[in-house]
């Protein structure tokens, strides 16, 4: 990566190699191919990966809202991590679970009421939904909106029937989201924005 001084010490010499030609624009002349090849190398080091879209991710149930919309309240117990995440409480037993995005069945994990299972997004966020009455097939592939599986039913004292859903953000800004009150807790309070503004700010869009 050159620094901006390496980048004006190209272009100055570029310049002064230009304004010694002694003809017009000759690919092959020995100054106008030094010239050039300095601004090419200055083009290269300005040149940015493509900023990746901020991923539109949608509801997680059936006329729900979308991820984007909701505020993260709790970590998840019992995995390595942060894994913040929201339950969505207004479900009964056997309300649609649904792809907030396209994506593909990583892992079969546990839960304390159901089962639970991981999917990776096309975006590179890993999914985590727990409570739920089956998992999918592992690698199975599924489109946005697609049914997953379906709410578990699970005793009053587990919560009732509810979708926990958490995300890994680390593969796509390199951190995980806030949650709670203060941004690391306490658990089931609010206070942190929203799964949107969060993408949006960490991804400078």
Same mark, same amino acid.
């Given at each position: 990566m050159?620094? =901006?001084? @390496?980048r004006l010490a190209k272009l100055v010499r570029a310049e002064q190699l230009l304004k010694n030609t002694e003809h017009g624009y000759t690919p092959e002349a020995r100054r106008?191919? @030094?010239a050039m090849a300095l601004i090419d190398e200055?083009?290269? $080091?300005?040149?940015?990966?493509p900023t990746p879209p901020v991923p539109a991710l949608g509801p997680v149930k059936p006329g729900g809202? #979308?991820?984007?919309?909701?505020?993260?309240?709790?970590? %998840? =117990?019992?995995?390595? !991590?942060?894994?913040?995440?929201? =339950?969505? #409480?207004?479900?009964?037993?056997?309300? $649609?679970?649904?792809?907030?995005?396209?994506?593909?069945?990583?892992?079969? #994990?546990g839960s304390d009421g159901g089962v639970g299972f991981k999917v990776r997004g096309a975006s590179g966020i890993i999914h985590l939904f727990l409570h739920c009455a089956s998992r999918p097939p592992m690698s199975a592939s599924f489109v946005k909106g697609a049914k997953l599986s379906s709410?578990?039913?699970? %005793?009053?004292? @587990? !919560?009732g029937p509810h979708i926990h859903y958490a995300l890994d953000t680390r593969p796509l800004i390199k951190k995980w989201l806030k949650y709670g009150r203060?941004?690391?807790?306490?658990?089931? #309070?609010?206070?942190?924005?929203?799964?949107?503004? @969060?993408?949006?700010?960490a991804m400078g869009v």
């Open positions: 050159l620094t =901006d001084e @390496q106008w191919k @030094q200055v083009e290269a $080091s300005l040149e940015r990966p809202k #979308t991820v984007m919309l909701h505020q993260l309240t709790h970590n %998840t =117990d019992g995995f390595t !991590g942060v894994w913040p995440a929201f =339950d969505d #409480t207004n479900v009964s037993v056997g309300t $649609s679970v649904l792809a907030p995005e396209a994506c593909k069945v990583i892992d079969h #994990t709410v578990a039913r699970i %005793t009053a004292t @587990q !919560g203060d941004g690391n807790g306490p658990d089931y #309070t609010y206070g942190s924005p929203t799964v949107g503004v @969060q993408l949006h700010a």
